[in-house]
């Protein structure tokens, strides 16, 4: 099974500040990473997929790097409504989810 | 547009069979693998396994033995069943869309896309 190791658990930032979650594969998934926005009491959303591209329709302050076991993923200018649980995942081999980066408003 | 709708039983006593089924509308049933994916209260995502048109599944590891997956394409729907149900399963599930991307290491190497909005399943006694 490939575990997927996400950090920070948890962030507080200002609006505009730029923020930065990391994932970390247990073993070589090339670029099959995608990056998911969970607001409460909603589903995931798709956000980022194979590690660097943008889903159609989501704001370009969000962005995703990485290649191998280390990825990560970033809001550039955080915005109020970007408060929400991110998660990783990984869908090289079946499908492992990280455990989540919940980030607030400082 | 695509969505996908969801429905089942919520409430279950201990060792009973949790059944769900989501219906696709709004774009093509075929071509893509169809996903269940479960998010207990307060923690993560946790993948339960997919199924495609043709009925070929993946099954999570952890869920396999308890876990069936059935495809209705006359009606563009798909189901999923979990027997002996615990208080572990309590959860809320979801259905998902898999875009197939190409070839991977293991199972269908798809991205999840398009999600239901998800059923709240409660195992009590």
């Known amino acids: 099974d490939i575990q997927m190791t996400q950090s920070p658990s948890s962030l507080s930032a200002s609006v505009g500040d730029s923020v930065t979650i990391t994932c970390q594969a247990s073993q070589d998934i090339t670029n099959y990473l995608n990056w998911y926005q969970q607001k409460p009491g909603k589903a995931p959303k798709l956000l980022i997929y194979?590690?660097?591209s943008l889903e159609t329709g989501v704001p370009s302050r969000f962005s995703g790097s990485g290649f191998g076991t280390a990825f990560t993923f970033t809001i550039s200018s955080l915005q109020p409504e970007d408060i929400a649980t991110y998660y990783c995942q990984q869908y090289d081999n079946l499908f492992t989810f990280g455990g989540g980066t919940k980030v607030e408003i400082k | 547009q695509v969505q996908l709708q969801q429905w089942g039983a919520g409430l279950l006593k201990p060792s009973e069979t949790l059944s769900l089924t989501c219906a696709v509308y709004?774009?093509?049933?075929?071509?893509?693998?169809w996903s269940w994916i479960r998010q207990p209260p307060g923690r993560g995502l946790e993948w339960i396994g997919e199924?495609?048109?043709?009925?070929?599944?993946n099954f999570n590891p952890s869920l396999k033995s308890r876990v069936t997956m059935s495809v209705d394409t006359s009606r563009n729907q798909f189901s999923l069943k979990l027997s002996s149900v615990t208080a572990a399963d309590t959860a809320v599930y979801y259905c998902?869309?898999?875009?197939?991307?190409?070839?991977?290491?293991?199972?269908?190497?798809?991205?999840?896309?398009?999600w239901g909005q998800g059923t709240q399943v409660t195992v009590s006694s």
């Open positions: 199924i495609n048109p043709s009925g070929s599944t």
């Open positions: 998902a869309r898999g875009r197939i991307r190409g070839y991977c290491s293991g199972g269908s190497c798809s991205i999840l896309d398009y």
């Open positions: 194979d590690a660097s």
């Open positions: 709004g774009g093509s049933f075929s071509g893509y693998y």
